[in-house]
């Protein structure tokens, strides 16, 4: 398999995943939306060859270059298919041939293992994986050299499907958990929440 390129989407973290407020404090819901970021990134990153973070505020998301990320800005993308194309366009002017991934900053449970099983899956097809419900998608492969083609929104899965992309068969229920709501984010913490949402969690920081 051509080396994995991966392009990780980020709202600014203080108007972010709006539908998770309520989950802490208010005052702490930016450093929630991070540290789901923060963890999604620390899992990914030790099995793709890069990571590019294609942000609408590289400013308030520039900690995540420490966890080996790229932080770049999203060229004023009015959403996120063209944020994700905007990152494509980086990395196809530095590798042609390489796999590109597009992967949700929401994913506080991802753990490594059942990321690099998904990326092996797919092998050299274009690939997605849909979400816990079946109707979004919270990782979508391109085949190697091959365009990208997002086509996130809602009910994202029939979407990716429809315009020829495998959906991939494993269970990985980590990489399945997207963090919308509360109630996700309690789901996902049963899962086991990577150390930075754990920690921000555990300092009791609810609303």
Do not use: Y
């Not at 993308?77 to 994700?84: K, Q």
């Amino acid at each position: 398999m051509p080396p994995v390129d991966l392009i990780v989407p980020l709202k600014p973290p203080h108007t972010g995943k709006s539908r998770l407020r309520g989950a802490v404090a208010d005052r702490v819901h930016p450093a929630l939306v991070l540290a789901l970021a923060a963890d999604t990134l620390a899992a990914a990153v030790p099995v793709v060859r890069r990571v590019l973070v294609v942000a609408s505020d590289p400013a308030a998301v520039a900690g995540l270059a420490g966890l080996g990320a790229d932080v770049v800005g999203d060229d004023g993308a009015p959403d996120l298919n063209a944020a994700l194309r905007h990152g494509e366009r980086l990395l196809r002017a530095e590798d042609a041939g390489s796999v590109i991934g597009a992967l949700q900053a929401d994913l506080p449970a991802l753990r490594t293992d059942e990321f690099a099983a998904a990326l092996a899956e797919a092998g050299d097809d274009r690939a997605f994986a849909s979400d816990w419900e079946g109707t979004g998608t919270t990782l979508l492969l391109s085949a190697p050299g091959g365009a990208l083609d997002p086509r996130f929104g809602p009910r994202s899965a029939d979407a990716h499907r429809d315009s020829g992309a495998a959906p991939l068969r494993l269970a990985a229920p980590t990489l399945r958990r997207d963090v919308d709501t509360p109630a996700d984010l309690a789901h996902a913490r049963r899962l086991g929440l990577g150390e930075r949402t754990a920690a921000l969690l555990f300092q009791g920081c609810v609303a």
